[in-house]
């Protein structure tokens, strides 16, 4: 009785175990083909796609200049700070100009002398030319009474004698205002050099720009090149972008652009492709394109981090798809459909397309309704019931 109780039991355990077992895999089933997927759903449109090209860059100005001295001096004022507007022909910095001011003022000393000097010489020149045409006359008069014999041959070597004198200092005197008047010039050329040092204690605008940094202050001492500010023309700036070279081909001078800085990532700035590079970068295959930003924001800065988007084709009115819908299989394109509760993969032919859009020429319909998983880490089957 025992036994035969003892039998029963493990009979009844068994068949538990069994029922448990149909059970768990009974639920799994139905867990894994029956039981509906929450998904996200989205009605096919139609609408305009633009094909866009990205780059990331920062923004630069085309036209760019380190304001510096030309001479060597201390610094006694900077009129600007980074930040400042200004115009061509402005009073930047001022150097010390003391030492420069005795230069030129000795200088103009000089120059005063030497002109007094041509002028004494000139005297000096008009003096020897009257005593040259006194002899000439003179040597004149005796040698035609010589050859009259009206005078000795004595007085007729006197003559010549007198004669050559006058024109050796005649000559002399010329000489001396040709060289007095090359002291004059080069007096007056010393003294050009030193009036444009000391004009160059005053460090003035090249053009109208925007002070963008300011690297030295009243009290230090500059050298010829050494940079006191930078200066941009901020008419031209644009971001230089880097774009994958499998994108050149699609590029172009003029072609329209969007700019997103960094510091306001939800709106879209104006710009325009100015220029391409023409030298790729060998380690990360990319390469330059200058987009001119033709609207700023309203807090701007040289350097600044921004993404462009380079339109390089557009149509309107076409069958519009998500990219985030789109399932790829055997490097196929597909969606997955919704039709009567289930999710239906099917197979579409993708036209022109863009970061976030893609154009569909073959496979989708305007009104039929495409669905995604709500959470991407459960992947949808086909067939797979589906609830919105």
């Keep these: 009785m025992i036994k035969r109780w003892n039998a029963v039991r493990r009979w009844l355990w068994r068949g538990f175990q069994t029922a448990l077992l149909v059970f768990v895999v009974g639920g799994l089933i139905y867990w894994l083909k029956l039981s509906p997927m929450n998904v996200v759903e989205h009605r096919i449109e139609r609408g305009r796609i633009v094909a866009e090209v990205m780059g990331t860059g920062t923004l630069e100005a085309h036209v ?9 001096g201390r610094i006694v004022e900077v009129l600007v700070d980074q930040g400042e507007r200004v115009t061509a022909g402005q009073l930047l910095v001022r150097l010390d100009e003391e030492e420069l001011k005795q230069q030129v003022a000795i200088t103009d000393a000089n ?4 002109k007094t000097a041509v002028v004494r010489l000139r005297i000096d020149k008009e003096r020897a030319t009257a005593v040259l045409d006194q002899a000439t006359k ?23 004698e007198a004669l050559a004198v006058a024109q050796a200092a005649a000559s002399d005197a010329e000489t001396a205002i040709t060289k007095g008047q090359k002291e004059l010039i080069a007096a007056e050329k010393t003294l050009e050099y030193h009036r444009a040092r000391l004009a160059d204690t005053e460090v003035k605008a090249p053009w109208n720009g925007l002070i963008v940094r300011r690297q030295r202050d009243p009290g230090d001492v500059v050298v010829p090149g050494s940079a006191i500010l930078t200066l941009i023309f901020t008419n031209e700036l644009w971001i230089s972008a880097w774009v994958d070279e499998t994108e050149m081909s699609k590029v172009k001078v003029g072609q329209p652009a969007r700019v997103v800085f960094r510091s306001e990532p939800d709106r879209s700035y104006p710009g325009k492709v100015a220029r391409l590079g023409r030298e790729a970068d060998r380690e990360t295959r990319e390469f330059i394109v200058d987009v001119r930003v033709v609207e700023l924001p309203e807090n701007w800065a040289v350097g600044h981090r921004a993404e462009t988007y380079i339109e390089t084709a557009r149509k309107d009115d076409v069958t519009l798809l998500p990219a985030k819908y789109v399932v790829w299989r055997e490097d196929r394109p597909g969606v ?22 893609g154009e569909v020429t073959n496979g989708l319909q305007p009104g039929e309704t495409v669905v995604m998983p709500a959470d991407p880490r459960n992947p949808l089957r086909d067939g797979q019931r589906i609830r919105p």
């Design 336 to 357: 997955f459909v919704s039709s009567n509760g289930h999710a239906e993969w099917r197979g579409i032919t993708l036209g022109l397309r863009s970061p976030e859009t």
């Design 111 to 114: 120059r005063e002398a030497a």
């Design 64 to 72: 760019k200049t380190t304001v510096s001295s030309k001479i060597s």
């Design 138 to 160: 003179s040597h004149n008069r005796v040698e035609a009474a010589f050859a009259k014999k009206a005078v000795s041959r004595d007085d007729l070597d006197r003559a010549i």
